[in-house]
């Protein structure tokens, strides 16, 4: 168990619609990452968040958000959901945004579009 | 912009046997080399990482070889078992004003056979 917890689980929703998906970093742990993992496109950095300030930026649509809370918490926001969006959403979490290779994973959420 | 190829994306090894995932990268810029082991239905675990100014680490029966001419860095699996079986994923990590991004390789899907 690594310490991060995501939810929902499984998620499955219609195309067009919006979901938000949670993540509860380590205990002490002030940067989040979010990470979209599909079968043809392996594991894609979305977006970065340290202590409730967006850092990095990867791949991350235009439909998708998110942000951190002061609490550290997690949510990414996706909207105007297309089939293609069906993926696993991980997020991670590390103590020092310096040592950012140092990740630790939560379970995923499972997204599927239909 | 594929920034670390990994290969293969399958294999299949013997018990016992020596099992080599390989890994290219492009940016001379990267700083830090670690690999990721997942497991159905979890998400990656940081399993073994190396700095290029180190041509091999060793922990266990994982061994990890970086050639820095070449851009180049392998891990090695020393006597696989079937509990090794899972998706390994090389990545590469990089500073950027004190914030380091993550890229991650394809993964390869490991499957050790008794």
């Known amino acids: 168990d690594s310490g991060v917890t995501q939810t929902p689980k499984h998620l499955i929703t219609a195309t067009g619609q919006r979901v938000t998906l949670r993540c509860s970093p380590r205990?002490?742990?002030?940067?989040v990452y979010w990470y979209q993992q599909s079968l043809d496109q392996g594991l894609q950095f979305l977006i970065q968040?340290?202590?409730?300030?967006?850092?990095a930026k990867g791949n991350i649509l235009e439909r998708f958000s998110a942000q951190q809370f002061p609490d550290l918490h997690s949510e990414l926001n996706l909207s105007s959901l297309e089939l293609g969006d069906s993926a696993l959403y991980f997020c991670?979490?590390?103590?020092?945004?310096?040592?950012?290779?140092?990740?630790?994973f939560g379970p995923g959420t499972r997204l599927t579009v239909t | 912009q594929q920034q670390v190829k990994q290969s293969p994306q399958s294999l299949i090894v013997q018990k016992g046997g020596i099992s080599i995932i390989n890994c290219a990268y492009e940016?001379?810029?990267?700083?830090?080399f670690p690999w990721y082991q997942q497991f159905p239905g979890k998400g990656p675990a940081l399993l073994i990482a190396?700095?290029?100014?180190?041509s091999e680490k060793k922990e266990g029966r994982f061994t990890i070889s970086f050639n820095k001419s070449a851009k180049q860095f392998s891990l090695h699996i020393m006597d696989s078992q079937p509990g090794d079986s899972a998706t390994y994923f090389c990545?590469?990590?990089?500073?950027?004003?004190?914030?380091?991004?993550?890229?991650f390789g394809i993964g390869t899907k490991l499957q050790v056979i008794p």
């Open positions: 940016n001379t810029a990267f700083d830090y």
């Open positions: 205990s002490g742990d002030l940067s």
């Open positions: 990545a590469a990590s990089k500073g950027s004003g004190g914030y380091q991004k993550v890229t």
């Open positions: 190396i700095r290029p100014d180190v």
């Open positions: 968040y340290y202590n409730g300030e967006e850092r």
């Open positions: 991670a979490s590390s103590p020092r945004p310096d040592i950012t290779y140092e990740q630790y």
